[in-house]
T-cell receptor, first 113, second 115 residues
Framework: AQSVTQLDSHVSVSEGTPVLLRCNYS??????LFWYVQHPNKGLQLLLK??????LVKGINGFEAEFKKSETSFHLTKPSAHMSDAAEYFC???????????FGTGTRLTIIP | DAGVIQSPRHEVTEMGQEVTLRCKPI?????LFWYRQTMMRGLELLIY????????DSGMPEDRFSAKMPNASFSTLKIQPSEPRDSAVYFC?????????????FGSGTRLTVV
């Protein structure tokens, strides 16, 4: 069984300040973890993924996430927010060999000018 | 690669009419997924296929919904008859092998409005 919890439904940050989107997961096996981003009226785009290699994963647009097994967390961070980062972000968990992914409920990121 | 292609991008139809949504997955991907997204219910998995065979349709809301995948490059999601509560954005996604390793690639979605 696998599940994912996004701890914040909405996060607001000022442009130029750090971004932190929190995600905790549960998995019976070694997990694969993903972050997807969805801009308004667009599809979901893969930001980054963790699949049991390096625990610090770098993605597109300056985002990164760190896999912490002891804390069952996979938080998404970015050092400096940009207006174009305003979007919905989904944390996703899967297992190698399992075709179904489990999506979190999403975190809406608002950037304050 | 053109990615996952969905058509139409927008569909407005009257209650009771038949609606057909289309999806072309990425060439070589062996899994195809249909999702529905609404404000109230978020992202819901409706059905998925492996090598053109439906594997799990437990998310299909009722008999009015049906999905087919006649070949590796084409899938349809049909609603007949449509109802206003079917209004949503419908996404198609495809993946290669175990999605747990590769993730999904999503299409741009079809925004369905039933009036």
């Amino acid at each position: 069984a696998q599940s994912v919890t996004q701890l914040d439904s909405h996060v607001s940050v000022s442009e130029g300040t750090p971004v932190l989107l929190r995600c905790n997961y549960s998995s019976s096996y070694s997990p694969s973890l993903f972050w997807y981003v969805q801009h308004p009226n667009k599809g979901l785009q893969l930001l980054l993924k963790y699949t049991s290699a390096a625990t610090l994963v770098k993605g597109i647009n300056g985002f990164e996430a760190e896999f912490k097994k002891s804390e069952t967390s996979f938080h998404l961070t970015k050092p400096s927010a940009h207006m174009s980062d305003a979007a919905e972000y989904f944390c996703v968990v899967g297992n190698f060999g399992n075709e179904k992914l489990t999506f979190g409920t999403g975190t809406r990121l608002t950037i304050i000018p | 690669d053109a990615g996952v292609i969905q058509s139409p991008r927008h569909e407005v139809t009257e209650m009771g009419q038949e609606v057909t949504l289309r999806c072309k997955p990425i060439s070589g991907h062996d899994y195809l997924f249909w999702y529905r997204q609404t404000m109230m219910r978020g992202l819901e998995l409706l059905i998925y296929f492996n090598n053109n065979v439906p594997i799990d349709d437990s998310g299909m809301p009722e008999d009015r919904f049906s999905a087919k995948m006649p070949n590796a490059s084409f899938s349809t999601l049909k609603i007949q008859p449509s109802e206003p509560r079917d209004s949503a954005v419908y996404f198609c996604a495809s993946s290669l092998g175990g999605s747990g390793n590769y993730g999904y690639t999503f299409g741009s979605g079809t925004r369905l409005t039933v009036v």
